[in-house]
């Protein structure tokens, strides 16, 4: 029974929740798992180079079968898992895709040659592909308030972002030498949280537009009453209209509204993976192409990668701020970083190197932890997870081709005119969200994707 003696909405009930215990707990569970994911993300920065003289490849190849191709497999994890998770519950999904990490990490360090290799990130980036849309973005986006979805999210991805610091520091004793200590550490980490999987509830949200009213009461009856138990107030739901469907109708995405929106979000993940990761994935490489040893690169990595944290940080007194709306946070996140990723490209003192580098890493957490946000919240819930799921997936194909064609660049033409070309994939990520984008801070979900 519900604690409403009215028959409100899921989504109303959600909506009217103070914060309690047991959204912490949530949180930090949604956490764990993308820290995990963020963890892959960088250790394939850090071993490029390793793996290149390990298996006696060239830096291209090794960009390529370490980086590259696990793009390749998220682009199709993604599309994949988005689809199962609309169809049969996110929960199902956040399961699988875990599972599915800790053998492919476990197993990489025993790669015969960089084929077998090749294949296991592939496999990697299928389970890695819809962990952060699916597990933070989404799950945060309709579990959390509208007054305090963004800032929340914020502070899930801030607790995940202490994972390149961590990635960081383990490089620092296991490059070049013992490189595969760092995907044992991954892997055996993976499988300790995947228990931890099975305490996250599924969605209310998704429960109701799949007209599982009684589920998705019992688990906001839950929260309701941690809140009285926690001598919170319950205000009186204020109702939306919640479109309920049998099945995932993702068609329903390119109709009436959303199709400008879907357009917009297409051009922006295709071209926003290649100014994110360009940097993200390859600052290690750059920095020992630009001539500096192992060691100094890896610690010059290390001060650059606490910029993500701090940016992180940042966004989590920015991100709800009405006057400052998540549409232009992000225009103007992205513009900077276009700009700062052509100083770090033509810099070689170690002085400014590290500081463009930091503030690269900061505004590129900025932007990421905003548009994360955005982008699950302009769609709706019928459709979220498939439809987000196809255009992040654009992104991963993105990576995939910009991380094959950039690791070319690099080795022909040096670091400026890589970090020249994804100022100028910036330039149309910001003009793209600009001119197409919705405004969307603070709006409840049901009203911004109605």
């Known amino acids: 029974m519900s604690v409403s003696q009215k028959r409100y909405s899921i989504a109303a009930r959600l909506d009217r929740l103070p914060w309690t215990s047991l959204h912490t707990k949530l949180l930090m569970l949604l956490s764990l798992g993308e820290f995990f994911d963020l963890y892959d993300l960088f250790a394939g920065g850090f071993t490029v180079t390793p793996i290149h003289l390990y298996y006696h490849v060239g830096i291209e190849s090794a960009i390529f079968y370490t980086i590259a191709i696990f793009f390749l497999g998220a682009f199709v994890g993604v599309i994949l898992l988005g689809y199962i998770g609309d169809l049969l519950g996110r929960r199902t999904v956040i399961v699988i895709n875990m599972i599915i990490m800790s053998i492919a990490y476990l197993l990489t360090p025993f790669s015969p040659n960089i084929y077998v290799l090749g294949a296991l990130r592939f496999i990697a980036g299928l389970g890695a592909g819809p962990e952060a849309i699916l597990v933070v973005d989404i799950m945060s986006t309709e579990f959390y308030p509208a007054a305090i979805r963004g800032n929340r999210l914020a502070i899930a991805y801030t607790i995940a972002w202490i994972s390149p610091i961590i990635v960081a520091l383990i ?164 513009t900077l970083a276009g700009v700062l990723g052509v100083l770090f490209g033509y810099s070689h003192s170690v ?93 409840r979900i049901e009203v911004i994707a109605k």
């Open 171 to 334: 490089s620092l004793f296991t490059i070049p030498s013992h490189w595969q200590w760092i995907y044992w550490v991954g892997g055996i980490g993976i499988l300790t949280i995947i228990p931890l999987r099975f305490m996250i509830p599924e969605s209310p949200r998704w429960l109701e537009v799949h007209n599982k009213y009684d589920e998705a009461d019992k688990i906001v009856s839950q929260f309701e009453q941690q809140a009285i138990k926690e001598g919170k107030k319950l205000p009186e739901p204020v109702e939306v209209e919640v479109i309920k469907t049998e099945k995932v109708p993702l068609s329903e995405a390119f109709k009436g509204v959303y199709l400008k929106r879907m357009v917009m979000l297409l051009i922006f993940q295709f071209f926003q993976a290649a100014v994110y990761y360009g940097f993200t994935s390859l600052a290690p490489t750059v920095l020992y192409s630009k001539g500096f040893t192992f060691a100094k690169s890896t610690t010059m990595t290390f001060v650059i990668y606490t910029g993500y944290f701090i940016g992180s940080l940042l966004s989590i007194f920015l991100i709800d701020k009405k006057v400052f709306d998540r549409k232009w946070q992000i225009v103007v996140y992205m």
């Open 351 to 443: 002085i400014l190197l590290e500081t463009s580098g930091f503030l690269l890493a900061t505004f590129l957490n900025l932007f990421s932890n905003t548009y994360h946000q955005y982008m699950a919240e302009i769609l709706p819930t019928r459709v979220r997870a498939a439809s987000d799921g196809l255009q992040y997936s654009l992104s991963r194909l993105g990576t995939f081709i910009f991380l094959t064609y950039l690791g070319s660049v690099l080795v022909t033409s040096g670091p400026t005119a890589l970090y020249l070309t994804t100022f100028a994939f910036a330039i149309i990520v910001a003009l793209d969200i600009a001119a197409l984008g919705p405004k969307a801070t603070g709006e």
